[in-house]
């Protein structure tokens, strides 16, 4: 696309989002990307420093569900799409206090459908695009796949807010004939995670020598797929997703946590040059997650062949990529971790 357009981009300071962010700078300079941020625990403007002085980049920080925050924002960038990533994120954190998934990912996602509308008096060349996960359609048995078509079954507070998100996407497409896209995809990971998910507090832990823990038997799987392939999806979806459809997004990359966190070991003692084994010492087996679900795995067909998209991440390529990214990035990990930093299950599931 050669036209210029002005985007927004919501949660732009977090960690898909800030991949999002860079990738539409630097791929697209016709386009003006506003990136939008409450920069709460989980965004972080370090994530955005080579791109914070691009000519086409302009960062506010607000939040998604202040009304007349939006419609002044709006007003003054008269924007032509939305990318909507900006959420709270963490599942553990949704069984502590869903309040706030109800107050972002619902209220915050229907506020800001809502400013879009107001702006838009003409939806033509318009489009509102909705970042989802694979974790609306509950829990899979040992075998099967989520399609499209699956039905949603939501079980924590997390992934209940994201369905519920979804739901009022579609509705207002189909309401009010809002021109939107969305995407439900698995579990990612890569740099600038923060460390409160499963792969960068591994890493984290191993560097500090602290237990690592392993909610359960260890036997759950998630299908994992390194974040720039997402963000490559994200892309083709935008300028080429049919309105008012959905499309899956996944790896085809399933791994159990304990088969994961075996691999993750190893290449810690890699890149650290000590034996094999020695990280894995640290492996404990904790208290599961309530409502803990037991295995995630998408078929994105529909992406692959309706689009051409295709995940390009080999795992063993993808984490010692990641492992090197967080040695090399110490002092990142130093200052999103200080102060009131611990890993969710040092403080929420020990006993
Ligand atoms: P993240 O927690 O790293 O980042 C979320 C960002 O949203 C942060 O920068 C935060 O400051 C911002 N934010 C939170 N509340 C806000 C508010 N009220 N107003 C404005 N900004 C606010 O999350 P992530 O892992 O990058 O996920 C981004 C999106 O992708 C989310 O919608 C998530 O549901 C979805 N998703 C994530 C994954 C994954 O594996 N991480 C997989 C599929 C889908
Ligand atoms: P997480 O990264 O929180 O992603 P999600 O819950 O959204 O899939 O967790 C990935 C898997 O790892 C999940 O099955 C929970 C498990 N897990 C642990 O075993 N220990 C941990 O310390 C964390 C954070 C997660």
Redesign the pocket.
Known sequence: MTTTITILITGGAGFIGSHVVRHFVNAYPQYKIVNLDLLTYAGNLENLKDVEGAPNYTFVKGDISDVAFLDTLFETHQFDAVIHLAAES???RSITDPMAFIRTNIIGTVELLNAARRSWTDFEGKRFYHVSTD?VYGSLGETGYFTEETSYDPRSPYSASKASSDFLVRAYWHTYGMPVVLSNCS?NYGPYQFP???IP?IINNIQHDKPL???GD?K?T?DWLWVLDHVGAIDVIFHKGKLGETYNIGGNNEWK?IDLVHLLCDAVDARMGRPTGTARQLITFVKD?PG?DRR?AIDSGKLQRELGWEPSMGMEEGLRRTVDWYFDHADWLAHVTSGAYQ???EHQYKG
Do not use: S
Request: hydrophobic share 20%.
């Open positions: 963490h599942v553990d974790e579990n409160e998910k499963l507090l823990p392993i909610y260890g759950y998630r946590n997650r803990h995630y890993g969710y299950y």
